[in-house]
């Protein structure tokens, strides 16, 4: 490139000529601003990924020198009944934190858009928003702290059911294997739905109500308005939220520390609570390491996928 | 609406348009709808309405009228007890200094970033802004141990410091991702005028650029703020004691002592809120103002 450049300046004398090796000076210097946000993401992101990839090759206990063991760690992974465990666990929390609130939150959403929002006055609808978004507002282990002691043997649960003399039905739901997992799921549906219905909300804003107005004319029912212009409409917003609410379901952490710490007997495990009592509970660093690392691949996996459905749906659109 | 109808076009149409007032005026379904609808909402809040009715219930009427009586009395030693016990004050500062911190660190890193990837379209920065991207994605359990050791070995564990660094570099690799793109189309003939005046990069980025995505910039220090305060897992491992720790941390330690009281795991829940709940109603309007804005360009 640089020889071409400097041939094309010396025998063409065109200002258009002389333009390029002046950019590539331009290029370097714009790699400056650059440097300080690189060396942070090398010593922070870059450094600790490479070593946690490292030390899932090693057996560690976090003092003295790794022992490098192959991929004893991974293969250890394969037989040990609570990884499998928690990655179940994972499935439930992206039905919890991802199927539910963006199919529920599709509903909620038209619903309040088309019917509440044009038959009622605005400021009811955006009322009823407010009252589903509050729950993203307050910080998550506050959350769990709070539906932590709903849930509770002497919580509120308990005590409705006894006001309402279903006192047969009072239990510890999350101290017993079998209510724990869909406890936590119903906190998490909770916690999420309000973002779905405040982004699909936000879209709808974008869309010519005249295709409502004009469909309604035309005798289109709620479900065919839905189908026929909601859905596609807003189909950009439902990808971003699938995505990010998918990859925030394999992460999830904060709300199971705070609710369960994965108990009991493992039931509402996931795989970075896991990973987070191998390395800091039991100092198992190397397995540990490996727990983080196959997370970490299917995340970027499921990730690339959602990326790739989204370029090929807008491809098709385009094509239409 | 079918009042805007274009006279020319509104014969053709009185057949259909006649039937639209009667459905507007649909009565029944649409209540049925909104009290459907309103029911999930008043669901939504019932927890809010539990953790306020407990704070302020004495331990004793607690046990004996259970979670759902009125409190007898305005009792505010539950509030007291757990401000004391995690001296709130301290929580406080830290949460808002660490957050405050990475907010207006992330956002200056993010533009500078940026800066060079939309506007110096420095080679290979589609590969740069995917790794960013990532680098958003990745789960911190991918990195919490090498950090952990590594601000050990440095003499930074426990200190909010290191916490900042975290953060500021984790939020600006979305910051530079959304940014990055923003700057992708940002007028040329702005850059060109102002190079042609004789300005260099560095006058141009602060006198030209900053100006113009100030709104996005906003809305960046804001989310920045709210995620760092929320953040958890790694606050979790690198803040041991009273003086670093932030308020989640402090409120999740606390929970794992079964001998605390119900009043005063809900009045601990009430303040911890609060701040989010302010921080949200003060910013609220710099959020939508600051998407609008993007919106248009």
């Known amino acids: 490139m640089a020889a071409t450049d400097a041939l094309v300046t010396r025998g063409d004398t065109d200002p258009k000529g002389r333009r390029g090796p002046r950019r590539r000076r331009g290029d370097a210097g714009y790699w400056l601003y650059l440097l300080p946000g690189a060396v942070l993401f090398a010593l922070v992101i870059g450094g600790p990924l490479l070593f946690t990839g490292y030390l899932s090759l090693t057996r560690w206990s976090g003092i003295g020198d790794p022992t490098f063991v192959g991929l004893e760690n991974y293969q250890r992974l394969l037989d040990d009944t609570v990884f499998w465990q928690s990655f179940r666990n994972t499935l439930a929390m992206i039905v919890a934190m991802v199927v539910v609130p963006t199919v529920v939150g599709l509903v909620l959403a038209a619903v309040l858009f088309d019917t509440i929002g044009r038959r009622f006055k605005p400021r009811t609808a955006n009322a009823l928003r407010a009252a589903f978004y509050l729950p993203q507002v307050l910080p998550v282990v506050v959350a769990g702290i709070v539906w932590g002691w709903i849930l509770r043997p002497d919580g509120a649960l308990n005590g409705l059911l006894d006001a309402v003399g279903l006192g047969a039905l009072t239990h510890d739901w999350l101290g017993d294997p079998d209510t724990a997992l869909p406890a936590v799921m119903g906190v998490m549906i909770w916690v999420q739905i309000g973002y779905p219905v405040v982004v699909f909300m936000a879209a709808l804003q974008r869309v010519d109500p005249e295709l409502y107005e004009a469909a309604e004319i035309d005798g289109a029912g709620w479900a065919r308005r839905f189908r026929a212009i909601t859905l596609p409409q807003i189909r950009p917003e439902t990808f971003v939220v699938a995505l990010t609410c998918t990859i925030a379901a394999m992460k999830v952490f904060g709300p199971i520390y705070a609710l369960t710490r994965g108990g009991p007997e493992n039931a509402t495990n996931v795989p970075s609570y896991f990973a987070y009592y191998t390395f800091f509970k039991k100092l198992q660093v190397g397995y540990g390491s490996a727990i983080s690392t196959v997370l970490t691949l299917i995340i970027v996996v499921v990730a690339l996928l959602f990326i790739r459905a989204q370029h090929r749906a807008e491809r098709r659109d385009g094509s239409a | ?297």
Do not use: C
Request: net charge positive; charged share 10%.
């Open chain 2, 1 to 297: 609406m079918s009042v805007t109808l274009t006279p020319a076009e509104a014969p053709a149409k009185t057949g259909r348009a006649a039937r639209v007032p009667d459905r507007h005026h649909r009565g029944v379904g649409r209540w049925i709808v909104l009290a459907v609808v309103t029911a999930g909402a008043v669901l939504m809040l019932v927890p809010f309405v539990f953790m306020l009715l407990n704070a302020f219930k004495t331990p004793g009427q607690y046990s004996t009228d259970g979670p759902l009586s009125w409190p007898s009395e305005f009792y505010t030693q539950g509030l007291r007890t757990y401000w004391t016990q995690v001296d709130f004050p301290q929580k406080l500062w830290n949460s808002a200094l660490i957050a405050g911190s990475v907010a207006v660190l992330a956002v200056v890193v993010s533009l500078l970033n940026a800066y060079a990837l939309g506007i110096g379209r420095v080679r290979g920065r589609l590969w740069i802004v995917g790794a960013f991207l990532l680098a958003n994605m990745l789960p911190q359990e991918s990195l919490v141990y090498p950090l952990y050791y590594f601000a050990k070995e440095v003499g930074l564990y426990n200190t909010r410091l290191v916490v900042i660094i975290i953060f500021t570099v984790i939020q600006s690799a979305f910051g530079t991702y959304l940014l990055a793109s923003v700057l992708g189309t940002f007028p040329k003939s702005l850059l060109e005028a102002a190079a042609l005046d004789g300005s260099g990069k560095w006058t141009i980025l602060w006198r030209v650029v900053l100006p113009n995505v100030r709104p996005t910039l906003a809305v960046l220090l804001v989310f920045f703020f709210i995620w760092t305060w929320n953040e958890f897992l790694i606050p979790l491992v690198m803040l041991i004691d009273n003086q670093t720790q932030t308020i989640p941390v402090a409120l999740a330690s606390l929970q794992g002592d079964r001998l605390m009281d119900a009043p005063t795991t809900n009045a601990g829940a009430l303040i911890s809120l609060v701040p989010a709940i302010v921080f949200f109603l003060i910013f609220q309007r710099t959020l939508s103002r600051g998407i609008t804005v993007g919106a248009e360009k």
